[in-house]
């Protein structure tokens, strides 16, 4: 059993900063890709950022958060983090964690429970 488990979220005005983390848990081979993906109300799920090699560190970016957003990793600790900065109440919504794992017998992808961003004065 895999588990993927976001934290960072929070409230922040206008301009400001957060960091999310995100981690899966449990058995597995190897992370082949991570990526973040947020939900505002009322709109479909959207990818923000990700590593589409996680060993690789190969990385995509939303062209809406190209330059305010940074992904990083921690290959020890299986750890990826989203950087925002200069935030904007457009940038609000769920943001949800995506892994991909590999096993001895294939691959499987996981969500997290997503954690809240609102950016509002």
């Known amino acids: 059993q895999v588990q993927v488990v976001e934290s960072g979220g929070g409230l922040v005005q206008p301009g400001g900063s957060l960091r999310l983390s995100c981690v899966p848990s449990?058995?597995?081979?190897?992370?082949?890709?991570m990526g973040w993906y947020r939900q505002a109300p009322g709109k479909q799920r959207e990818l923000v950022a990700g590593?589409?090699?996680?060993?690789?560190?190969?990385?995509k970016y939303a062209a809406t958060v190209k330059g305010r957003f940074t992904i990083s990793k921690d290959n020890a600790k299986n750890t990826m983090y989203l950087q925002m900065n200069s935030l904007k109440p457009e940038d609000t919504g769920v943001y949800y964690c995506?892994?991909?794992?590999?096993?001895?017998?294939?691959?499987?992808?996981?969500w997290g429970q997503g954690t809240q961003v609102t950016v509002s004065s």
């Open positions: 590593f589409t090699s996680f060993s690789g560190g190969d990385t």
């Open positions: 449990g058995r597995f081979f190897t992370i082949r890709a």
């Open positions: 995506n892994a991909e794992v590999e096993f001895e017998w294939g691959k499987n992808n996981y």
